[in-house]
């Protein structure tokens, strides 16, 4: 996982380096596809310092801003084709070894070791931070598929907290009873 990461801050940094010395290029393609990449690039800066989940995310929007038809061009005419989609390959890495991690670490952990409160807290925190990163994305890149994840997730966390809510005595929505199966008796 740490050798994947390490490959992905190489070619985030690489891609950066090359686009940065492009934009006072003497040759005028090379600068205007350069220029047209700096200012795209702007919100990954230092995107190498962030932790693993944001980064992820992070190198996930780059990537699709790169694969635009335009800036793919840019991305052409730089030279940088191989260098993304090795971008592209470490990230892919990263995640599976990431997800083989957390799976790993999953199975050890014993249920009788974590406290409720303690799991609620945790959930909350992450929730959080998501909605952070998330958000940060809605504005920074709005897409329709962010927009729609967006509403999805409002109108779900919307339902849990009635559900939550009607569990401590107060109203929830009304939700009707499951139909009972032919062994249960009413």
């Known amino acids: 996982m740490r050798e994947a990461d390490k490959l992905r801050d190489n070619a985030t940094g690489t891609i950066s380096l090359v686009i940065n010395a492009y934009t006072h290029s003497a040759v005028d393609e090379c600068r205007t596809a350069a220029q047209l990449l700096y200012q795209q690039m702007s919100p990954y800066r230092g995107i190498g310092n962030h932790e693993y989940n944001k980064e992820t995310a992070e190198i996930r929007g780059m990537l699709a801003m790169l694969a635009e038809p335009e800036n793919a061009a840019a991305v052409t005419t730089l030279g940088l084709t191989k ?7 470490a990230n892919a890495t990263f995640e599976e070894a990431f997800d083989a991690r957390n799976d790993e670490v999953s199975a050890m ?3 009788k070791s974590i406290s409720s409160a303690d799991a609620v807290a945790e959930a909350n925190r992450l929730y959080q931070e998501i909605a952070q990163t998330v958000n940060a994305y809605a504005i920074v890149q709005p897409t329709e598929e962010l927009n729609a994840f ?6 779900l966390v919307g339902s849990l907290a009635s559900v939550s809510g009607s569990t401590n005595g107060s109203e929830g929505p009304d939700v009707p009873e499951p139909e009972p199966t032919e062994n249960e008796e009413l």
Not at 83 to 89: K, Q
């Open 109 to 111: 952990v014993s249920q």
């Open 150 to 155: 967006i509403d999805k997730m409002n109108g």
């Open 83 to 89: 260098e993304v989609e090795a971008l592209r390959e």
